[in-house]
């Protein structure tokens, strides 16, 4: 892992981190377009054949029906079933409390307000293939029925036909009874545009490979989405009060994602760095992943050696991560110093995968710099707002002048024509 102690390194490698997060390339673009064109035209026909050609998959049966979660979810393992119950209740429980309400005020003549309403029908993206993720399907199903969804519809993959029984029984125990066998680009089209078997959606929400985000990113507008999800990434601000044994197995939990993930160390203590270096190469020969989790440690990892805390703290907000550990010896006195991130977690005994499990707020989180402005999921994701308003012949003439003013101000006729008419009335 490099040690950025410089200003020209720390920009270096701040340039590295952008173009990280580029986005796909135009072969992959052009792919994923043909891809969606013909699901436009057709639907399930080429939904079918995609499925055939990217998933070892020959099948007329694209929903995945109610007996056949039971049956699958049946085989879950019963300790993990317990643990996705305990991390369901959690999770519900917190996203309870991002509920949004309408809301009027009445003046003299007027009524003024907002309306807030759940979209009607939501697509949600589990991926699937070699490692498959129930938590993934608590974290995108589980607001959208706190904001009152009717119709949430999934789309899992199933290459070979491996049907994962832990996301069966994360599924069965949300109640969600309609479940699609496709993934890819071609089930992003298939939920944007609608088939003959899948109604269309108002928005597509869950992570996906490079094709499943560039999908998303081009069916934007036919449809909303939640965001376009980068590579994973941590970052850890640390004093000399920090287990460096902790720190290093927290900077490998996302290291061990995939090539791409980044994991930096940003810290006060030189000595810290090399003891969390030393201990980073104990840990990886002991994963499984190890290969990955070296590749994205020696490409996109870092420890950053800075002269204090609010240098450190200046860095993290450039970077803006995903996930933001502070670990120092009072770690709540640095959160007003915090302006960018997509999750913090505050001190040693609380790693990131707490939250990506079990903690209750949201795993599905802003990546590559997003954090500057944009959230993590939450049950406002699944909520639109209509502005309400109201206003009686006293309240129209209180405004009527101020409103001609401004519409002939900006040669609008018809504008200021709708106020002169009532005027005259």
Not at 125 to 133: D, E, N, R, T, V
Not at 281 to 289: A, C, T, V
Not at 298 to 327: C, F, Q, R, V, W
Request: charge should be positive; aromatic fraction near 4%.
């Amino acid at each position: 892992m490099r040690v950025i102690k410089k200003r020209s390194e720390l920009q270096a490698f701040l340039k590295l981190l952008r173009e990280r997060a580029s986005g796909s390339s135009r072969e992959i673009e052009q792919r994923v377009k043909a891809i969606l064109n013909d699901v436009r035209k057709n639907g399930d026909k080429a939904v079918l054949k995609y499925t055939e050609k990217f998933d070892s998959l020959k099948t007329s049966r694209i929903a995945i029906k109610p007996d056949e979660i039971a049956r699958h979810a049946g085989k879950a393992d019963k300790e993990i079933l317990r643990a996705l119950k305990l991390s369901a209740k959690r999770i519900r429980a917190f996203h309870k409390r991002q509920k949004e309400e309408s809301w009027s005020l009445s003046e003299k003549g007027s009524l003024l307000g907002q309306v807030i309403r759940p979209l009607e029908r939501v697509g949600v993206y589990i991926p699937g293939g070699k490692a498959s993720y129930p938590s993934t399907v608590l974290m995108n199903v589980i607001p959208a029925q706190v904001a009152g969804v009717k119709e949430i519809a999934l789309c899992v993959p199933t290459p070979g036909g491996e049907i994962n029984p832990h996301v069966m029984a994360a599924v069965q125990l949300l109640g969600i009874e309609e479940v699609y066998r496709i993934g890819g680009a071609q089930a992003i089209g298939a939920l944007a545009y609608g088939t003959k078997t899948i109604k269309k959606v108002d928005k597509i929400v869950g992570p996906g490979n490079i094709y499943v985000a560039t999908a998303k990113k081009m069916v934007f507008g036919e449809v909303d989405i939640d965001m376009i999800a980068g590579p994973s990434e941590i970052l850890i601000i640390a004093d000399d009060s920090a287990n460096p044994v902790f720190v290093a197995a927290d900077l490998l939990s996302q290291a061990e994602h995939d090539e791409l993930a980044s994991s930096v160390l940003i810290t006060t203590s030189g000595k810290l760095g090399s003891a969390v270096e030393k201990e980073l190469n104990l840990q990886l020969g002991r994963l499984k992943r190890k290969e990955i989790a070296r590749k994205s440690v020696d490409n996109y990892g870092a420890i950053i050696i800075t002269k204090d805390i609010g240098d450190a703290a200046e860095i993290s907000n450039t970077i803006a991560p995903e996930h933001l550990e502070i670990m120092t010896g009072d770690p709540v006195k640095i959160i007003p110093m915090i302006k960018n991130a997509g999750a913090i977690f505050l001190g040693e005994w609380t790693p990131e995968a707490l939250g990506d499990y079990s903690a209750g707020p949201n795993h599905t989180l802003p990546t590559g710099g997003t954090a500057r402005f944009s959230s993590p999921l939450g049950v406002y994701d699944f909520l639109k707002r209509s502005s309400l308003l109201g206003f009686t012949r006293k309240g129209f003439r209180k405004l009527a002048k101020t409103v001609k003013t401004i519409a002939d101000a900006e040669g609008l006729e018809a504008h200021g024509k709708t106020i002169s008419v009532r005027e005259d009335s």
